[in-house]
């Protein structure tokens, strides 16, 4: 299925992290792919990321964290409040089937789907978010009203919990209703505010490295690495003027000493796609009770039975020489032949039949088995 009167060059190339976008109901048959016993019941989970944010008076939100007894959403009624789900779609496979509409950004790209659940008024209040976000509305209707620029110097309002903007500048505002979407890019001021009881909303949120964290993950692997005896030398040092000087020529050598540890590409690609691919939530797991043997996993595929990803799994992969290098949770294979044409087609699709495969190719499928990445369909634990 693809979004109608939605194109996704055309919003690459003139709204994605640039501007807001309001795409009205593009889908064939809305129908909002998780019901609000279902959120409610997972936000009673322990393993499950949870926020309820109630509003006893007008402009104060207060915050509490899940997981939530389940007596907690019988003494809601009084005043606005909104329960917050992260990663729905780890847990419901109608959620994660959401997330196929929005592969024109790369996977390494995608965070998870988080689902909110609002009485009349409710809403997180005014905010901005580091990342880009589709919000889909599932039921009932919201308002949101869209403002200014935000970044690290924006004021906040004092509040222990929530970063709520000081100042909104409204540019726009939008009524949603079932099925309709709004992307929001990252830094950009928002406020949804329910419109009715039974408000849902889906955001398909988004990732993005700091420079920060890319600075100290890989200069920390790097660090690894290196040997004590790895050290500054001077063969040749020449006799200068003045003792005190730290001259050109010694810092160039020591700078490049620095550079040279850091720009090795190929170490680069393998650390960011190792730690770009760990897993956010590690706990649904769907590894097998006993281990699979490559025997089980040429049996499963002579069947032809699909083979699914654990939708809280991350997939991605770098092209290197003839080949690939495949990063799934954390773990790296290097694929060839049939085995890099297979790692492709899993990076590309959730679901997969691969029929017949090269024994590298049943050799990969059973290392992602054991690791509980995928499964054969009837397999897996939480679908
Ligand atoms: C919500 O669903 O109420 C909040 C989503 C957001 O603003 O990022
Ligand atoms: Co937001």
Redesign the pocket.
């Known amino acids: 299925m693809k979004l109608a009167h939605f194109d996704p060059a055309d919003f690459l190339a003139n709204h994605w992290q640039q501007r807001p976008l309001q795409i009205r109901n593009p889908w064939d048959d809305w129908q909002c792919p998780v019901d609000p016993d279902e959120l409610a019941g997972l936000a009673c989970e322990p393993e499950v990321e949870s926020r309820l944010v109630v509003q006893p008076e007008p402009e104060i939100w207060a915050l509490e964290q899940g997981p939530f007894d389940e007596s907690r959403f019988a003494d809601l009624e009084q005043c606005p409040w ?1 329960l ?1 789900v992260q990663a729905v779609d780890h847990h419901v496979p109608d959620v994660a089937a959401l997330l196929s509409q929005f592969r024109f950004v790369p996977n390494w790209r995608i965070d998870d789907v988080m689902v ?1 659940y ?1 009485s009349a008024g409710g ?2 209040g005014p ?1 901005f ?1 580091q990342y880009d ?1 589709f ?1 889909i509305q599932g039921r009932g209707r919201r308002r949101w009203r869209v403002g200014q620029h935000c970044d690290d110097n924006t004021p906040l309002r004092p509040h222990q919990d929530l970063r709520l903007l000081a100042d909104f500048e409204e540019a726009a505002v939008y009524d949603l209703e079932p099925g309709d979407i709004l992307y929001v890019p990252p830094g950009v001021a ?1 406020d ?1 505010v329910a419109l009715d009881d039974d408000c849902m ?1 889906l ?1 398909i949120g988004f990732r993005a490295p700091s420079r920060a964290e890319l600075v100290t993950g890989w200069s920390d692997h790097v660090l690894d690495q290196l040997g004590d005896d790895d050290r500054y030398a001077d063969p040749g040092l020449v006799l200068q003027p003045n003792p005190g000087e730290i001259t050109p020529e010694a810092l160039d050598r020591l700078q490049a000493m620095v550079l040279a540890a850091l720009g090795d590409r190929d170490q680069f690609a393998r650390w960011f796609g190792a730690s770009n691919s760990t897993r956010k939530y590690p706990e649904i797991d769907w590894q097998p009770e006993a281990p699979l043997t490559a025997d089980d996993v040429r049996d499963a595929l002579a069947a032809g039975i699909p083979v699914l990803r654990n939708p809280a799994s991350r997939f991605a992969f770098v092209r290197q020489d003839a080949g690939v290098l495949l990063f799934v949770d954390g773990e790296m294979f290097e694929c060839a032949g049939e085995g890099a044409r297979l790692a492709e087609t899993l990076s590309a699709a959730d679901e997969v039949i691969v029929g017949e495969t090269s024994d590298q190719g049943v050799e990969l499928l059973l290392a992602l088995v054991n690791m509980g990445s995928i499964a054969f369909a009837g397999d897996e634990d939480d679908a």
């Open positions: 909104t917050l909110s609002a809403g997180v905010h978010d976000v919000l928002h949804g909303t955001s």
